[in-house]
């Protein structure tokens, strides 16, 4: 009983706090902060395109402040670290909303499944902004979106998994997007004009590739999963054309926003868990013309298994943002509320809300089977503890056949290979003698 009320008054109680945070106004201190990192500022910003590629999701990732290309540990990974999807526990299913600047927003439906070591995702996110135009006299004449649509497939495998060195996972992501433009009008007749927007509009093929490895490294609490996790990622690597339908054809257009990305997270405690972030942008066209690097910082407060709070910050040039927020379980769905105070995204100083629920389909599982594994290797223990050297052998060897990897196991057998090489050895001398 104590438990329902908790999980029922905990979430409601998270939900609350964060419509305070957000109807608290932040943008007071807007200009100052700006002032504190002006020197900072990019000569280079704004030359890419595609930049909705850049625009976070929500979600966990968004709460972190973007700082997750070395946690990525749900099905926000995807424009982080495509090697994620290898190591996710669950089959998951998330929906994101993400109300951005000038009544622009991006939706996105995320969904991700593990089959033993491999890893399969996909993801499509669309960003688009109203379009009104007006004639000389104010009169509105056409009326559509401009939009971005982007379609990810992701592939990864987990290679050398072990008990205590996780072993390395590698990754890709293969990317189409669609920068769709409406048509517009002819300036003396007023009639749209066909294919105008088309002949504007562009395709982008792209690629990311990303590697993380897990291991266990100042850990002051008891648990098998590893508390740190380190990432590397190449971020929308390819090119982008416009021109479809003009008269003068297909052409490249603007560089896409390609990055490197670091990032790294240590639970350090079981309730807490910080994650960091460094990316440093680059042009594909011309290495010179490369954007200011970008950090990122993360803190999540492990409340409780279902409710936890979360914290970010980034620093993108001379515009920080900050971003607090919370997550919370009800049954198999998980939901996170993120308030944003953005200098990034324009002149002004923004605050944004984004919202994610991500459905848990279970591990397939997995935990039923290191439940069995736990079990016999227990059983081994004590047969070995008794002197009995080869009903503990038989029993581990079915625990090694469900995990080859889990080295308790293995080291068991060795140790157990031995005794009985040693009791045979001295039954051999005894009959010599």
């Given at each position: 009983m104590k438990t329902t009320v908790k999980r029922t008054l905990l979430p409601l109680l998270a939900v609350c706090l964060l419509h305070a945070v957000y109807s608290l106004d932040f943008t007071a201190f807007a200009p100052g902060l700006s002032d504190a990192f002006s020197s900072l500022?990019?000569?280079n910003a704004g030359v890419a395109s595609f930049y909705s590629l850049l625009i976070p999701a929500g979600g966990r990732a968004e709460g972190l402040g973007t700082a997750y290309a070395g946690i990525a540990d749900d099905t926000s990974f995807f424009d982080y670290n495509p090697a994620a999807s290898a190591l996710l526990k669950n089959t998951e299913l998330s929906l994101f909303h993400n109300a951005w600047i000038a009544d622009s927003a991006l939706e996105t439906l995320a969904g991700t499944i593990r089959l033993g070591h491999v890893g399969l995702?996909?993801?499509?996110?669309?960003?688009?902004?109203?379009?009104?135009?007006?004639?000389?006299?104010?009169?509105?004449?056409?009326?559509?979106?401009?939009?971005?649509?982007?379609g990810t497939l992701n592939a990864s495998y987990h290679f050398f998994p072990g008990y205590t060195f996780k072993g390395i996972a590698a990754g890709i992501n293969f990317?189409?997007?669609?920068?769709?433009?409406?048509d517009y009008t002819d300036k003396l007749t007023g009639a749209l004009i066909s294919g105008s927007g088309r002949a504007q509009s562009a395709l982008a093929l792209m690629a990311d590739v990303g590697l993380m490895m897990q291991f266990?490294?100042?850990?002051f609490y008891h648990?098998?999963?590893p508390n740190?996790?380190?990432?590397?990622?190449?971020?929308?690597?390819?090119?982008?054309?416009?021109?479809?339908?003009?008269?003068s054809g297909v052409t490249l257009d603007n560089p896409l926003p390609t990055a490197m990305t670091i990032g790294a997270s240590w639970r350090i405690i079981k309730p807490l868990t910080f994650a960091f972030g460094f990316q440093q942008?680059?042009?594909m066209f011309n290495i010179k013309a490369y954007q200011m690097w970008t950090l990122n910082a993360?803190?999540?407060?492990?409340i409780t298994s279902f409710v936890s709070a979360l914290g970010g910050f980034q620093i993108k040039g001379a515009h920080p943002r900050f971003t607090l927020g919370g997550e919370f379980e009800i049954k198999r769905v998980r939901f996170t509320v993120s308030y944003t105070l953005d200098l990034t995204s324009s002149l002004n100083p923004v605050n944004r809300f984004s919202l994610s629920a991500k459905i848990n389909f279970g591990d397939r599982g997995r935990a039923h089977i290191q439940e069995r594994i736990d079990t016999l290797y227990n059983e081994g223990l004590e047969q070995f503890a008794c002197g009995n050297f080869s009903e503990a052998i038989t029993i581990w060897k079915e625990a090694l056949a469900l995990d080859p990897h889990f080295s308790p196991v293995k080291n068991g057998i060795k140790s157990a290979e031995r005794q009985l090489q040693f009791d045979q050895n001295i039954h051999d001398a005894q009959l010599f003698d």
């Open positions: 500022a990019d000569k995702g996909s993801q499509i996110k669309v960003f688009y902004v109203p379009f009104t135009e007006y004639d000389y006299l104010g009169s509105r004449v056409a009326k559509s979106y401009y939009s971005e649509t982007v990317k189409t997007a669609w920068r769709a433009i409406p266990n490294v100042f850990k648990a098998r999963d740190v996790t380190v990432g590397i990622s190449f971020i929308n690597v390819g090119a982008a054309f416009t021109g479809f339908g003009s008269a942008p680059f042009n993360g803190v999540i407060v492990h």
